[in-house]
């Protein structure tokens, strides 16, 4: 049977291992998008997975990390408005998906419809209204720059997680052991 506690060790192990991972992915891994400083994130889509396995609280330290690496790395500086979003999206998809139940190999439709219902609410709420807003607020950027910027990043980081996390969901959960399918073979 699957274990379904969670060790505290190894989600900060895992923390700083998705954090390394998804700063890569956002840095060689991303699809461009016709709006400057946009792209398409393949990240997020191993972002689910990662929630989803270490937790809502992994996911979003994993995900606030390898945005503050990638944008300074990358960039030069940290864009702070961004990096707090993809931090509340990876809680946000941690959240939202059973981990008992990926645990015991069950991740079907009625998982995969709340799983992308909650994620697709939380990338348009962050993406296309909270991202945003705080770069008027912290960084005094232009109206409708931003929220086109958001509006983009929001349909496309929702698209990526709908593909890319629901297949590794699924995958995943169909290498674990369903609770009760294993019996004692009889001589």
Request: some cysteine.
């Amino acid at each position: 049977m699957a274990t379904t506690k969670r060790n505290p060790v190894m989600t900060v192990v895992a923390i700083g291992i998705g954090a390394a991972l998804i700063m890569i992915l956002m840095r060689f891994i991303a699809l461009p998008s016709p709006i400057p400083n946009t792209k398409i994130q393949t990240a997020f889509g191993f972002l689910a997975l990662f929630a989803g396995v270490f937790g809502p609280v992994a996911g979003a330290f994993a995900a606030f990390i390898g945005h503050a690496l990638n944008d300074i790395t990358q960039y030069g500086t940290a864009w702070w408005s961004w990096i707090i979003c993809s931090g509340l999206l990876g809680y946000a998809m941690g959240y939202s998906i059973d981990f008992k139940k990926l645990q015991n190999g069950i991740f079907g439709l009625k998982q995969i419809i709340t799983f992308n219902s909650v994620q697709v609410l939380a990338n348009i709420a962050l993406w296309a209204g909270v991202a945003p807003s705080l770069d008027i607020i912290i960084y005094k950027e232009p109206i409708n720059k931003v929220y086109l910027q958001g509006l983009v990043s929001a349909s496309a980081n929702a698209l990526s997680v709908a593909i890319i996390g629901t297949l590794l969901l699924v995958s995943y959960a169909k290498t674990r052991t369903k609770s009760g399918s294993l019996s004692l073979e009889k001589d």
